[in-house]
């Protein structure tokens, strides 16, 4: 079992050892897949951006830049794929956010975070010990002791989430899951060559269809294209639109981050210059900048273009997730 698991350890262990060429890598010691995002201070500003994907045991580089500012947060957040409330990596430092890639400019003593797109995050601060590179480890509790390790315990865990009786999510070899293993390499058609990118993409994928929705309503790329997506909903007996947010290839975005209480979201996603999608006969207002318009009336005459939305049905429920393919909207994998 642990030589046919060897594969899995091989990335994040050379990424740990090699030297740090990236002033700022982060590493995934914990579980579960992460995304992350970090903020740049240097005063009266702040720069902040994401996210950052970073699997069990492996490590990634948020800032390619030497560090040269005055201070440097991190917050990072469990994948959709895993049931219950998302898990969260941060502090006491709260700054701005956006679902999908990221860069945002803010003043530092900027009270709120405004706009139908941007919500805040507890950020924790980042000791760099003022060295120009430096790596961090994202842990879980109880503490795995290496990336291997965390590789192991994160494959179990997103094994677990598709279905798959594991008896404990930790770093020791077992036979369920080697059993487990095997029937999902058969079942995704894996070559002999896939390794760790392609099993905790393709674990992520499946898990996410077949889980529980978190609260608001989710978009997954199940394309490898980049995607950019809008959405409307009815609001104090008008209507508002939003967009645009960037979902990259198979990853998620939360559009709306509070419970849904609408019966129905309209949804459009295109491709960044590109073909459109997701449509539908529903007329709504956009603009090709990111936007935020009440109203779904003389779209021209206020100086907007009207596009066609899909409706999206929630089911009542408070989360809804929409997975978004090459063809268009996916139906949900059942449980």
Not at 153 to 166: E, F, M, P, S, W
Not at 296 to 321: D, E, N
């Amino acid at each position: 079992m642990r030589r046919r698991l060897a594969w899995l350890a091989v990335l994040a262990l050379f990424a740990l050892a090699s030297p740090a060429h990236a002033a700022l890598k982060l590493c995934n010691r914990s579980s579960y897949i992460l995304y992350a995002a970090t903020s740049s201070v240097v005063s009266p500003g702040s720069t902040t951006q994401g996210w950052v994907r970073i699997t069990p045991g492996d490590c990634q580089i948020a800032l390619p830049e030497k560090l040269t500012a005055q201070s440097y947060l991190v917050y990072a957040r469990s994948s959709l794929a895993y049931s219950g409330p998302q898990r969260a990596w941060g502090g006491n430092f709260p700054s701005c956010v956006k679902e999908g890639d990221f860069t945002l400019h803010q003043g530092v003593t900027a009270p709120y975070c405004t706009g139908g797109t941007v919500f805040a995050a507890p950020f924790a601060a980042v000791d760099t010990h003022s060295r120009p590179d430096w790596i961090m480890s994202f842990d879980d509790q109880p503490t795995l002791p290496t990336l291997e390790a965390a590789q192991l315990a994160g494959a179990k865990r997103l094994l677990k989430a598709n279905g798959y009786r594991i008896a404990a999510i930790d770093a020791k070899p077992d036979k369920a899951t080697e059993a487990a293993l095997n029937d999902f390499r058969k079942k995704m058609h894996f070559s002999q060559q896939a390794g760790n990118a392609e099993l905790f993409a393709a674990l992520e994928t499946a898990a996410t269809k077949r889980g529980e929705a978190p609260q608001g309503y989710t978009v997954c790329n199940d394309g490898k294209d980049d995607v950019v997506a809008a959405i409307a909903q009815a609001a104090d007996g008008d209507y508002v639109t939003r967009g645009w947010w960037r979902v990259v290839g198979s990853a998620c975005a939360r559009l709306i981050t509070t419970p849904l209480t609408q019966g129905t979201i309209w949804l459009l996603v295109q491709r960044p210059g590109g073909p459109t999608l997701v449509t539908g006969p529903d007329q709504f207002c956009v603009t090709a900048p990111e936007f935020e318009i009440k109203g779904r009336g003389r779209c021209v005459q206020r100086g907007f273009t009207q596009a066609g939305f899909a409706r999206t049905l929630t089911g009542g429920r408070p989360g809804s997730i929409v997975h978004v393919g090459a063809s268009g909207l996916q139906a949900a994998m059942s449980k």
